[in-house]
């Protein structure tokens, strides 16, 4: 069975991730292009993976990477309500209090 | 292979609907179809342990864990980018040259057998015990921080 798609679908979802992380306004919207930038990530390797018969290093790989985001996403998650809390906004372009101001 | 090209234009499309859509919420509905999508196209690609951990960790927990962040903070409209065409070019173009160049390096193919799960749980502890043990530490430490981080208590004087 060929990959191609996957790995198109995997370079596509990387960079609409990357997309979403730059152009979008909001903390929350970033931590989603975040996931899907790793979920593109985690395509490639399970791709590339499965075309080696009898070995799981894809998979395994995959599966730690999956492991650190749950983590990511805590945090990230926890950050973005703790700077919610003290700036009362979500949008990283009024987060300026560490900004030199002109 | 139909299900395979299905799952990839549905993984696609609703990727897509996260960089367009309007609200915060309808985003990360559109991620959940996505994440789901993906989980098949890890069971067409024979990586079944890996397609439940994406429906149990990605939809389930970090999904739910982002809607309640969505709901806590509860912003006012999310502010569209000024301008479509330059996502869509940041999305396209560089999804297009970095798909064949990774369609280029594509080895033999391959088939492998139908159950690696069994395989799988085998080497997670024997071979890869140790990186097994230091993700649980790692998840442990990030779980204490962000009950930390996010605990509002007030400041003493």
Redesign the interface.
Known sequence: ????????????????????L????????M???L??ML?GA???L?????????S?EG??F???V??????????G??????V??FFK???PGNISQLKERF | ?AA??IL?II??LS??G??FVKT?LN??LS?VI??LS?AG??I????E??AV??IL??AG??LL??I???M??S?PQ??R?ASKW??FL???L??????TC??GV????????SN?IA??GI??MTQ?AA?FEF?GV??LV??V???I??S?QKQKQ
């Open positions: 069975m060929s990959v191609g798609p996957v790995l198109y679908l995997a370079a596509f979802l990387f960079c609409v991730g990357l997309a979403t730059i152009t979008r306004r909001n903390l929350i919207m931590l989603l292009g996931e899907l979920n985690n395509l490639n399970v791709a590339f993976g499965s075309a080696r018969a009898s799981v998979e395994m995959a599966l730690f999956i492991l650190v985001a749950v983590c990511e996403a805590a945090v998650i926890a950050i973005v309500l703790r919610y809390h906004t979500s949008d | 292979m395979l090209y990839v993984a696609a990727g897509l996260l960089l915060v985003a990360a991620l996505c994440l993906i196209i890890y067409v690609l024979h990586a342990f890996l951990v994406q960790v990605y927990g970090i864990l982002i309640f962040g969505i806590i903070t912003t999310d502010v980018p330059p996502s940041l999305a396209f560089p999804a297009l040259m970095l798909g990774l369609n594509i080895p033999a193919e391959a088939t492998r057998s690696t395989t799988f080497e997670l890869f990186p993700g790692l998840v990030s779980m921080g962000a009950m981080t996010a509002f």
